[in-house]
């Protein structure tokens, strides 16, 4: 089939689609239903021409025996759209609430560890930190930060800290002024905040390697499992259950629930949003609307002596 400019296009035939969709769902969990056919056709055809292969069989042959390429492959399936200060409500719970409630419980020296569970480009990261210098907090000492993809590019680009215009749609201009320096249109991220970020190459099916993670207290991993079939869900969150300490809080996206994937984790109503929370022993039996009423009272009060 000739394709507008003359070229063949190429065209996915049944056995193709479920040889790749195979391939990625066993390599890191991406699900490609039927109706994703045509947008995985069309991205991966541009790879095949590049590579000047004639088919998507060939290509799978390529994807069964070169990593490089495979990684390749997910980078132009997944889309990495993010940037700074996303879902401010979530942020707002987690500083004023979430990180608050967790040292109250387990006082100490030791830094609450926050993971950042698909940080695409660094935005989500480089944003706690910021957030936790902003609150007076001291990066390091107070609380680490962790950072993993599964895209090598995309974690080469949060490393520099470059960033163009779109990354800060939600960033208020004297934190851009205070934390970043522009240079031919593009803003570096200071070293202040850069140099409180652990990076790490990580997939997330991948059980060897995300056990040696340490544990954690805060898990963030918000419009990433949608990639997922339900199967890879429940892997997935049955890891993050695992490296989450007693008491430690997961926060997705606010399209993403654990409705019929995890009942490991109770729904907590914070002042500013709806997070999960690992159990811990010994804990009082939760009442949803009793710390929903009681989180508006404290909103008031605090809101009146302000």
């Known amino acids: 089939m000739r394709g ?50 004639s088919s998507f069989a060939a290509y799978h042959y390529q994807l069964r025996s070169d990593d490089q390429e495979l990684a390749r492959a997910v980078d132009e ?32 020296d030791h830094p609450l560890a926050i993971w950042s569970a698909g940080c695409s480009s660094g935005e989500e990261p480089y944003t706690l930190v910021m957030l936790a210098l902003e609150a007076g907090l001291r990066p390091g000492r107070d609380l680490r930060v962790y950072a993993s993809d599964i895209s090598r590019p995309m974690l080469q680009k949060a490393r520099r800290g470059l960033y163009r215009e779109a990354s800060f749609r939600q960033t208020d201009d004297h934190l851009r002024d205070k934390y970043f320096r522009e240079k031919d249109g593009m803003w570096r991220i200071a070293d202040e905040v850069k140099q409180h970020v652990d990076f790490i190459h990580l997939n997330l099916t991948d059980k060897s390697k995300i056990a040696l993670l340490g544990n954690m207290d805060v898990t963030l991993c918000r419009n990433v499992i949608i990639y997922f079939n339900a199967e890879t869900k429940q892997q997935v969150i049955q890891t993050f259950e695992d490296k989450l300490r007693p008491g430690g809080f997961l926060l997705l996206g606010h399209s993403e629930s654990l409705i019929n994937v995890s009942s490991a984790f109770e729904l907590r109503h914070l002042t500013h949003d709806l997070v999960y929370r690992k159990p811990a022993p010994g804990d009082s039996p939760y009442d949803p609307w009793h710390a929903a009423a009681a989180a508006a009272v404290a909103r008031v009060d605090r809101e009146g002596r302000s």
């Open 77 to 108: 399936l997944v889309t990495n759209e993010t940037y700074f200060f996303r879902e401010r409500n979530q942020l707002r719970a987690l500083f004023e609430e979430i990180l608050p409630e967790l040292r109250q419980r387990c006082p100490g």
């Open 4 to 53: 507008p400019g003359g070229h063949d296009e190429l065209q996915m035939t049944d056995a193709e689609f479920r040889m790749i969709c195979d391939l990625l769902r066993s390599h890191c969990g991406l699900h490609f239903g039927a109706e994703s056919r045509y947008v995985l056709e069309k991205r991966l055809a541009r790879r095949i021409q590049e590579l000047e292969l």
